[in-house]
């Protein structure tokens, strides 16, 4: 299935929802909320807003023309998904009643409560809610921007190239194919070996896995950060035949040549370098805040957005809030977190503005369906140290063909058609404990 057309569609949408600008000079508007981001973070927060109190004036500041369902392209990579089915028009996707101004931001003003787009204009709000998502530091590894796409290279983390994922997978028939995961933290930390699971099991299923050697290459020290998950996680490893490499960091790739170069941490904390061929290398870059988070008064000591863990006010600002992959709170950059942290925010940002206690909090949850093979799925639900949060009360740690279904189709709609619609069923947000 082809991409959709969706450009022209969106284009007419931006002309009308666009702030309209004077003759000369910077324009300036003013808004009781502003959303930076039209992603998961930035849709979820305006829906849920909305949901509570109509009334308010909300702007989301985005770019894009296109909204995308990320934790769809795992399944793209793995065949199971075609790519027209994890993006929709933006304007589809953000609720009735919100003004979207297609511009990027360039800098924050907390002092002034404004925001600085691009192009000079000064955005002015009561309210603030910092949803940006994070940056993709694909010039971080020599050589990697100029083979994505072609000579085996490739990377589910990219809405174009998961269906070149797919292509390897099914046109390699032996070699050796080497998956990286850089350091933390990263947007959906089980992603990199999702994409390791999937390919293998095809070539399990087809009779061409003993031709094939398979590479785990993580920066890191171990499969998961949490500690449940990784023997059901080990067996599949071990089913697969792959090689654990860790303290291994992807540090340049010679696409004519296929040869891939990793900064290699021994045990006594030494490095060298090592050069690998391979035939098919799935890349996940190392990743970061934006920029323009990171140089901004909103940032903390590591470029995040700092906010409360709990209750996703800024630590500074009071009138500044932040979810999703830009904030501080040391929970899994998922969109499953994304939907329990849309409450809390909604609830707090209003309360902050009424001038009462913030009576909601968030507790960390996030999860990561781990695609262990075609039909299984390990969910992995867990929340602030690494607590399990099961949503049924079934063992977490068994691979089920029920978490496969949820997986590929429960999902994908919860996430159209009630996280961004404010609909927050299985979401209510627990209470600080403060009165209001």
Same mark, same amino acid.
């Not at 329990?340 to 001038?355: F, I, S, T």
């Given at each position: 299935?082809?991409?959709?057309?969706?450009?022209?569609?969106?284009?007419?949408?931006?002309?009308?929802?666009?702030?309209?600008?004077?003759?000369?000079?910077?324009?300036?508007?003013? =808004?009781?909320?502003?959303?930076?981001?039209?992603?998961?973070?930035?849709?979820?927060?305006?829906?849920?807003?909305?949901?509570?109190?109509?009334?308010?004036?909300?702007?989301?500041?985005?770019?894009?023309?296109?909204?995308?369902?990320?934790?769809?392209?795992?399944?793209?990579?793995?065949?199971?998904?075609?790519?027209?089915?994890?993006?929709?028009?933006?304007?589809?996707?953000?609720?009735?009643?919100?003004?979207?101004?297609?511009?990027?931001?360039?800098?924050?003003?907390?002092?002034?409560?404004?925001?600085?787009?691009?192009?000079?204009?000064?955005?002015?709000?009561?309210?603030?809610?910092?949803?940006?998502?994070?940056?993709?530091? %694909?010039?971080?590894?020599?050589?990697?921007?100029?083979?994505?796409?072609?000579?085996?290279?490739?990377?589910?983390?990219? =809405?174009?190239?998961?269906?070149?994922? %797919?292509?390897?997978?099914?046109?390699? $028939?032996?070699?050796?194919?080497?998956?990286?995961?850089?350091?933390?933290?990263?947007?959906?930390?089980?992603?990199?070996?999702?994409?390791?699971?999937?390919?293998?099991?095809?070539?399990?299923?087809?009779?061409?896995?003993?031709?094939?050697?398979?590479?785990?290459?993580?920066?890191?020290?171990?499969? =998961?950060?949490?500690?449940?998950?990784?023997?059901?996680?080990?067996?599949?490893?071990?089913?697969?035949?792959?090689?654990?490499?860790?303290?291994?960091?992807?540090?340049?790739?010679?696409?004519?040549?296929?040869?891939?170069?990793?900064?290699?941490?021994?045990?006594?904390?030494?490095?060298?370098?090592?050069?690998?061929?391979?035939?098919?290398?799935?890349?996940?870059?190392?990743?970061?805040?934006?920029?323009?988070?990171?140089?901004?008064?909103?940032?903390?000591?590591?470029? %995040?957005?700092?906010?409360?863990?709990?209750?996703?006010?800024?630590?500074?600002?009071?009138?500044?809030?932040?979810?999703?992959?830009?904030?501080?709170?040391?929970?899994?950059?998922?969109?499953?977190?994304?939907?329990?942290?849309?409450?809390?925010?909604?609830? $707090?940002?209003?309360?902050?503005?009424?001038?009462?206690?913030?009576?909601?909090?968030?507790?960390?949850?996030?999860?990561?369906?781990?695609?262990?093979?075609?039909?299984?799925?390990?969910?992995?639900?867990?929340?602030?140290?690494?607590?399990?949060?099961?949503?049924?009360?079934?063992?977490?740690?068994?691979?089920?063909?029920?978490?496969?279904?949820?997986?590929?189709?429960?999902?994908? %709609?919860?996430?159209?058609?009630?996280?961004?619609?404010?609909?927050?069923?299985?979401?209510?947000?627990?209470?600080?404990?403060?009165?209001?």
């Amino acid at each position: 299935m082809e991409e959709p057309d969706t450009d022209h569609q969106a284009d007419e949408a931006a002309a009308v929802a666009k702030p309209k600008a004077p003759h000369s000079g910077p324009t300036r508007s003013s =808004f009781d909320i502003v959303i930076v981001g039209g992603g998961a973070g930035g849709g979820a927060a305006a829906a849920s807003l909305r949901h509570r109190d109509k009334q308010r004036s909300i702007a989301v500041i985005e770019p894009s023309l296109r909204h995308f369902y990320q934790p769809g392209w795992t399944l793209v990579g793995g065949g199971i998904f075609n790519s027209g089915q994890t993006v929709r028009p933006m304007e589809t996707a953000l609720p009735r009643g919100v003004q979207w101004i297609r511009n990027s931001v360039a800098a924050f003003d907390p002092g002034q409560n404004e925001v600085i787009l691009e192009d000079g204009s000064r955005i002015a709000y009561r309210a603030l809610v910092v949803a940006p998502g994070l940056t993709l530091r %694909w010039d971080a590894i020599d050589g990697l921007t100029e083979t994505l796409g072609r000579n085996g290279v490739t990377s589910n983390y990219r =809405f174009d190239l998961a269906p070149y994922t %797919w292509q390897l997978v099914q046109t390699m $028939n032996q070699g050796r194919a080497i998956f990286t995961q850089p350091a933390m933290p990263i947007k959906c930390a089980g992603a990199p070996q999702k994409a390791l699971y999937l390919s293998a099991d095809y070539w399990r299923r087809n009779g061409l896995l003993d031709n094939i050697e398979i590479e785990f290459r993580n920066a890191g020290g171990v499969l =998961f950060g949490v500690p449940e998950f990784v023997p059901p996680l080990m067996k599949y490893i071990e089913r697969y035949h792959a090689q654990l490499k860790f303290g291994s960091s992807l540090i340049a790739v010679d696409g004519e040549r296929k040869v891939a170069t990793f900064e290699v941490k021994g045990a006594d904390g030494a490095s060298t370098r090592e050069e690998r061929g391979f035939d098919m290398l799935h890349v996940v870059p190392p990743q970061s805040a934006p920029d323009f988070v990171a140089n901004s008064p909103l940032a903390g000591e590591a470029g %995040w957005v700092a906010v409360d863990q709990r209750t996703l006010q800024h630590l500074r600002f009071p009138n500044v809030f932040s979810l999703g992959d830009a904030c501080s709170a040391p929970n899994a950059k998922t969109a499953a977190a994304v939907r329990k942290q849309a409450p809390v925010l909604a609830e $707090n940002l209003l309360a902050m503005l009424r001038g009462r206690p913030l009576s909601a909090a968030y507790d960390g949850y996030g999860a990561c369906p781990l695609t262990v093979e075609r039909g299984k799925v390990v969910m992995a639900e867990f929340g602030y140290g690494g607590k399990l949060m099961p949503s049924f009360p079934l063992d977490p740690t068994v691979p089920r063909r029920s978490a496969w279904h949820l997986k590929v189709s429960g999902l994908p %709609w919860i996430y159209w058609n009630m996280m961004l619609r404010g609909q927050e069923v299985l979401a209510r947000p627990a209470s600080t404990g403060n009165k209001r």
